[in-house]
Antibody, heavy 121, light 106 residues
Framework: QVKLVESGGGVVQPGRSLRLSCTAS????????FHWVRQAPGKGLEWLAL????????FYADSVKGRFTLSRDNSKNSLSLEMASLSDDDTAVYYC??????????????WGPGTLVTVSS | QVTQSPSSLSASVGGRVTITCRAS??????LNWYQQKPGEAPRPLIY???NLQSGVPSRFSGSGSGTYFTLTINGLQPDDLATYYC??????????FGGGTKVEIK
C-alpha cells in the first residue's frame, strides 16, 4: 500500500538549519510530484513547496522562498526539505504529500503522518 | 485566496452539515476538500468541486463552481468529528487552503 513517512523533526535553535526527509513505498515514486505542507500548533494548513516528478522544477511559498530547498532522489524513493534560518514562526508539524497524477487539478491524495519541528532557544 | 465559513459548528448525529468556501476570484472547479481528524494527517474527500475521492462515504458531497463552493455531510456520524479544509489549485502553484471548519457532534 502507499506509504509516506517523514523524519528529521526535532527541536532546533532560532537561526539554525534542519533537514527533513520523506521516504515513500508502495508505488512508483518517480512518477509523482510531491508537496510539503505544514501546520502550526492549533492552526490551519499552509502549503510550502512542490517538486515535479523528475525533480526538474521546484516551487515555494513566499514565506519560505530562499530559505527552504526541496530535492528528491528517485533511486532512493525519498525527498529532502532543507530548512535554513529557522524562526519561531516555522514551528509546526511538517507533512509530505503525494499529488495524484491523473487529474488536471492538484489533489494531495496521500499524506505522511507528519514530523514536528520546534524552533526554540 | 479561499475563505471558509463557519469556523466551527455543532450538529447532531444524523443531521445535515454544510460548509462554505468562497474564492477571491473565479477558479472554475479547481477546488478540493479534505478532512483532518484530531491527531491525524489530512485526507482528501472531494476533488474538482464535486467528485468523491475513492473510499470516501457517499454521505459526503461537494458542489459549486466559480467563487462559491459547498461541502455537505448528509447524515452526520460520530466518526465525522474533524476539521474540514478547502484547497484551491487554480493556476497552481501555489496551493492555498481555507482556514478550516471544525465540526463537533452535539
Amino acid at each position: 500500500q502507499v506509504k509516506l513517512v517523514e523524519s528529521g523533526g526535532g527541536v532546533v535553535q532560532p537561526g539554525r538549519s534542519l533537514r527533513l526527509s520523506c521516504t515513500a513505498s508502495g508505488f512508483n515514486f518517480g512518477s509523482y510530484g510531491f508537496h510539503w505542507v505544514r501546520q502550526a500548533p492549533g492552526k490551519g494548513l499552509e502549503w510550502l513547496a512542490l517538486i515535479w516528478f523528475d525533480g526538474s522544477n521546484q516551487f515555494y511559498a513566499d514565506s519560505v522562498k530562499g530559505r527552504f530547498t526541496l530535492s528528491r532522489d528517485n533511486s532512493k524513493n525519498s525527498l529532502s526539505l532543507e530548512m535554513a534560518s529557522l524562526s519561531d514562526d516555522d514551528t509546526a508539524v511538517y507533512y509530505c504529500a503525494r499529488e495524484r497524477r491523473d487529474l488536471a487539478i492538484a489533489l494531495l491524495d496521500y499524506w505522511g503522518p507528519g514530523t514536528l519541528v520546534t524552533v526554540s532557544s | 485566496q479561499v475563505t471558509q465559513s463557519p469556523s466551527s459548528l455543532s450538529a447532531s448525529v444524523g443531521g445535515r452539515v454544510t460548509i462554505t468556501c468562497r474564492a477571491s476570484q473565479n477558479i472554475g472547479t479547481f477546488l478540493n476538500w479534505y478532512q483532518q481528524k484530531p491527531g491525524e494527517a489530512p485526507r482528501p474527500l472531494i476533488y474538482a468541486a464535486s467528485n468523491l475521492q475513492s473510499g470516501v462515504p457517499s454521505r459526503f458531497s461537494g458542489s459549486g463552481s466559480g467563487t462559491y463552493f459547498t461541502l455537505t455531510i448528509n447524515g452526520l456520524q460520530p466518526d465525522d468529528l474533524a476539521t474540514y479544509y478547502c484547497q484551491q489549485s487554480y493556476r497552481a502553484p501555489p496551493l492555498t487552503f481555507g482556514g478550516g471548519t471544525k465540526v463537533e457532534i452535539k
